[in-house]
């Protein structure tokens, strides 16, 4: 089966009911998404499908319908998506595991809310979790973000 992964297209041989969190990572060398709880609870493994945030931990591959973006085809080091940017900015990270699904989460969260309240921004981010408790600094990098990606 084909598979479209930050804009490149890989031929694999995988069962279709591998998830994709697997594929990614064991088939492709693609080390961004992060294997945390393995059933979607905690978000490490957030990536987007077809622009929407998923977790590919419990995603069949097989049933992957669009392109996938991971963490490493968000932005690249030259040109930060706008929520990457602010994660700098805001020294965001601490130990960083869970860092990119975070930041996927959020990217897709601000592709459609473009002015977020605190309280859409704890709800939105509130099923990724962080064993460090950034969610303070979460929060400002996505106002930091909004304002960037509405040209502020």
Same mark, same amino acid.
């Given at each position: 089966?084909?598979?479209?992964?930050?804009?490149?297209?890989?031929?694999?041989?995988?069962?279709?009911?591998?998830? #994709?969190?697997? !594929?990614?990572?064991?088939?492709?060398?693609?080390?961004?998404?992060?294997?945390?709880?393995? !059933?979607?609870?905690?978000?490490?493994?957030?990536?987007?499908?077809?622009?929407?945030?998923?977790?590919?931990?419990?995603?069949?591959?097989?049933?992957?319908?669009?392109? !996938?973006?991971?963490?490493?085809?968000?932005?690249?080091?030259?040109? #930060?998506?706008?929520?990457?940017?602010?994660?700098?900015?805001?020294?965001?990270?601490?130990?960083?595991?869970?860092?990119?699904?975070?930041?996927?989460?959020?990217?897709?969260?601000?592709?459609?809310?473009?002015?977020?309240?605190?309280?859409?921004?704890?709800?939105?981010?509130?099923?990724?979790?962080?064993?460090?408790?950034?969610?303070?600094?979460?929060? #400002?990098?996505?106002?930091?973000?909004?304002?960037?990606?509405?040209?502020?």
């Amino acid at each position: 089966m084909q598979l479209t992964v930050n804009k490149k297209t890989h031929e694999i041989d995988v069962e279709p009911e591998m998830p #994709l969190l697997w !594929v990614l990572r064991d088939e492709l060398g693609i080390t961004g998404p992060k294997f945390g709880c393995g !059933v979607g609870f905690c978000g490490a493994c957030t990536v987007h499908v077809g622009g929407v945030a998923m977790r590919s931990c419990s995603v069949p591959v097989g049933s992957v319908k669009g392109l !996938v973006t991971t963490i490493e085809g968000l932005g690249n080091p030259k040109a #930060l998506h706008a929520v990457q940017a602010a994660w700098v900015e805001h020294q965001v990270a601490q130990c960083g595991y869970c860092q990119s699904g975070q930041i996927m989460t959020a990217a897709a969260f601000l592709s459609s809310v473009r002015n977020p309240t605190d309280q859409q921004i704890d709800d939105a981010m509130s099923a990724n979790l962080c064993r460090c408790g950034t969610y303070p600094r979460i929060r #400002l990098a996505l106002k930091t973000a909004a304002q960037k990606l509405k040209g502020g």
